[in-house]
């Protein structure tokens, strides 16, 4: 079965370091990955998307990349953080367009 | 994607049916109607979709209107831990959207004892 694994689940970083987050994705080809935000109190915003190993769209503008060095890997970066990059950031997986299934997501508080 | 529309909050018994509203007025007719729900501090969980002809699975039952212009999530026996926020989602189905949805403000059910 596919499951999805996504680190850490919380993270406390200061204004201007760096920020890492990865999402795995275990038991399916080629899937359809995404990256979410959820601002407090806010619903789901898309900022990525890729349909394949280093091919992403960004949503929004940001202070936030993403990379995918590999095909069920997928990478949430910033040089330096920025107070409104707080957030819960949700990476999710899809094959078909209509189910996605997301991880646990990541709690992060920039400070 | 059209836009949908969702009461804030419901409440609901434990045991009883609870039955979420969705309007989606502008909807198109190549538009799907998804489900999800997000319960506390985790990532949404997909529940089900429908295009025009009402669906059931071991979760839920989708109840469309004729018109397609409005739909209802019935959870047909709600427990305590079906609390969370469900929301309603309309998009086109496959495409270059390759998944992107909209997600609003959502409805908070509430299931108490």
């Known amino acids: 079965s596919q499951t999805i694994h996504q680190w850490p689940a919380t993270l406390v970083q200061p204004v201007g370091s760096p920020l890492s987050l990865e999402c795995t994705v275990e038991g399916t080809s080629n899937p359809n990955l995404y990256w979410y935000r959820q601002a407090a109190g806010r619903g789901l915003q898309l900022l990525f998307y890729?349909?394949?190993?280093?091919?992403i769209s960004s949503e929004v503008p940001q202070n936030l990349s993403a990379s995918r060095p590999q095909d069920r890997q997928f990478i949430l970066s910033s040089k330096k953080l920025l107070l409104s990059d707080s957030g819960f950031y949700l990476c999710?997986?899809?094959?078909?367009?209509?189910?996605?299934?997301f991880g646990s997501g990541t709690q992060l508080s920039v400070l | 994607d059209a836009k949908t529309t969702q009461p804030p909050s419901m409440d609901c018994a434990e045991g009883r049916a609870a039955n979420l509203p969705c309007n989606h007025s502008t909807i198109s007719g190549n538009e799907y109607v998804y489900w999800y729900r997000q319960i506390h501090s985790q990532g949404p969980q997909y529940i089900i979709h429908g295009l025009k002809n009402n669906e059931t699975n071991e979760m839920a039952s989708l109840i469309i209107t004729e018109d397609r212009k409005s739909s209802t999530l019935i959870l047909p026996h709600a427990t305590l831990r079906d609390t969370a926020v469900y929301y309603c989602?309309?998009?086109?189905?496959?495409?270059?959207?390759?998944?992107?949805?909209?997600f609003g403000q959502g409805t908070i059910l509430t299931v108490h004892p």
């Open positions: 989602i309309v998009r086109r189905a496959g495409g270059t959207s390759y998944g992107k949805l909209t």
């Open positions: 999710a997986w899809s094959v078909t367009a209509e189910k996605l299934f």
């Open positions: 890729s349909v394949g190993i280093g091919q």
